[in-house]
């Protein structure tokens, strides 16, 4: 039992280049998310989806697309990079609500240049 | 909108020092509030939770006691250790079921 994992750990993009952060869980939830974190700034939501097939905006979707793929998998693109992308991105998986508690992969650190 | 203010970091303490850090929130009606952790290089887990008011959550000798009167959700531990370096989160579950997040507050213990 996995939990949450994430891939790649780390990448450097110079701006303009394209490239997509994988997520899966093994928990059987229904519910992913994808946020980043910035200094200062806590968690941001980017995108999340309710179950699988399904997708929505968060706080901060602009520049980001995403896949759910299936019910394991939830990815996240970024199609043309940009500075301000810099930033530790974490997809998190959901026990359903009410008493919702997620739970976190380790993070993908994301340098663009 | 709902949002959740803690205290800002870092905060540095000596080990077996007594810890708070300070949440308050806003929101309508009563939301399930929540602390979470971050240690170095790892992504955030949960730590607590407390879902009514008056209600006390703990785990590994944390307490944080939802207070609807000051909307607040103050994490506290009597003695700390060097491991309890990390950045903790609170949060609150808003009314579509989603987390409303704080900043953050940097923990930093000293032997």
């Known amino acids: 039992n996995a939990g949450v994992t994430q891939t790649p750990k780390f990448q450097v993009l110079k701006t303009g280049q394209s490239m997509t952060l994988q997520c899966a869980q093994d928990?059987?939830?229904?519910?992913m998310y994808w946020y980043r974190q910035d200094p200062g700034m806590g968690l941001r939501l980017i995108y999340y989806s309710a179950s699988e097939g399904t997708t929505d905006k968060g706080e901060v979707p602009n520049g980001y697309n995403v896949s759910r793929l299936n019910k394991r998998e939830f990815s996240l693109r970024l199609e043309s990079a940009a500075p301000s992308q810099t930033s530790v991105y974490f997809c998190?998986?959901?026990?359903?609500?009410?008493?919702?508690?997620?739970?976190f992969g380790p993070g993908t650190r994301l340098l663009v240049l | 909108g709902d949002s959740v203010t803690q205290m800002e970091g870092p905060v540095t303490l000596s080990e077996e020092a007594f810890l708070t850090i300070n949440c308050t929130y806003t929101?309508?009606?009563?939301?399930?509030l929540f602390w979470y952790v971050q240690y170095p290089g790892e992504g955030l887990q949960l730590l607590l939770k407390?879902?009514?008011a008056d209600d006390k959550g703990s785990n590994k000798g944390f307490e944080a006691t939802y207070r609807k009167e000051t909307t607040s959700f103050h994490l506290e531990k009597g003695s700390v250790q060097v491991s309890d370096s990390a950045v903790y989160f609170c949060?609150?579950?808003?009314?579509?079921?989603?987390?409303?997040w704080g900043a953050g507050t940097k923990l930093i213990i000293k032997p």
């Open positions: 929101a309508t009606g009563y939301p399930s």
């Open positions: 928990m059987n939830h229904n519910s």
């Open positions: 949060a609150l579950e808003d009314s579509n079921y989603q987390l409303i």
């Open positions: 998190a998986s959901v026990r359903d609500s009410p008493q919702e508690t997620q739970y």
């Open positions: 407390a879902t009514k």
